[in-house]
């Protein structure tokens, strides 16, 4: 049986009622200061880093964690703060940028389900198959380069996209992949001081692109197909959190956390050795301590 979401005060929930304006990009007032954070991110990841050597060894278990968001949300310094502790052989990050010319002549799915992650292993996608239903829907001139058979509805496709990503999150929840998707919801007035900043740094001027600059003006068309996006495929299942991204170390920390309490409740641990491999320890034990 799939595993159901936790309970939390940003999951998305499943009855169509999420609405962006009503949902926070700050933390609450009576958050820790950044240091108390700086802190419990430290300890998260430590009990993280535990959980994951056991869902390594256990082996019956996948978790894909899915990060979607705008631009200068802080994807990329969460993931790599979340998963600061892990073990690099059981654990992979994946970006998903713009497609190639072999993966338009695929269905949207196909480049992202050739990197889902084994059992035993967490597997991370920095942008994923969401684009198809978030930048393609602002800018719907992108589906010229997809080669979609004739007679395609633009008013339905979008239906039938989310269709078959909750039949494709099902599937791989029923086979053993947990799933978890996180929604960094920066402000507009946020994003801006950030752009700022690549631009006043010359350390993060690499980060910067004018491309992202334009993509502000279609920051409404944007909110809403994010809110039809979370509300048509946050499930038991495949859960989304809508996480406030305004404040990087209470965001990376409540990603953590989130985590570590679904992991812990796959109730995880380590395989068990039997009567006939035991029956052998003293033997093997006596041949190795001969070799001195």
């Known amino acids: 049986m799939p595993i159901e979401a936790q309970t939390h005060p940003y999951l998305v929930p499943f009855d169509d009622s999420f609405r962006i304006p009503n949902v926070a990009t700050v933390p609450p007032e009576d958050t820790p200061k950044k240091k108390k954070l700086k802190e419990a991110l430290e300890e998260t990841v430590e009990e993280l880093a535990d959980l994951q050597r056991i869902l390594y060894a256990h082996d019956h278990h996948a978790v894909l964690c899915i990060f979607q968001a705008m631009d200068a949300a802080g994807k990329d310094s969460t993931i790599r703060a979340v998963f600061s502790g892990v073990n690099p052989a059981g654990f992979q990050v994946y970006s998903f940028k713009q497609p190639s010319a072999e993966e338009l002549d695929h269905d949207f799915l196909w480049r992202t389900a050739c990197r889902l992650p084994e059992r035993g292993r967490i597997g991370v996608f920095n942008r994923s198959y969401y684009e198809e239903t978030l930048v393609v829907r602002v800018h719907p001139e992108y589906l010229g380069g997809q080669n979609l058979p004739g007679g395609v509805d633009p008013e339905q496709l979008w239906e039938q996209r989310f269709e078959s990503i909750r039949d494709h ?21 946020e994003q801006k001081a950030r752009f700022l900043s690549r631009l006043d740094e010359p350390e993060k001027n690499w980060k910067f692109s004018a491309g992202d600059v334009r993509e502000r003006s279609f920051w409404p068309q944007y909110m809403a197909a994010y809110e039809a996006t979370l509300n048509a495929t946050s499930r038991p299942w495949a859960p989304w959190y809508a996480i406030p991204a305004d404040d990087k170390p209470y965001m990376r920390l409540t990603v953590a956390q989130i985590l570590v309490e679904t992991l812990k409740g796959l109730d995880l641990k380590y395989p068990t050795v039997g009567a006939k491999e035991k029956a052998r320890f003293d033997e093997m034990r006596a041949v190795l301590e001969a070799e001195d």
């Open 169 to 189: 999150e099902l599937h791989l929840a029923r086979n053993g992949t947990v799933i978890l998707k996180f929604w960094l919801n920066v402000s507009l007035e």
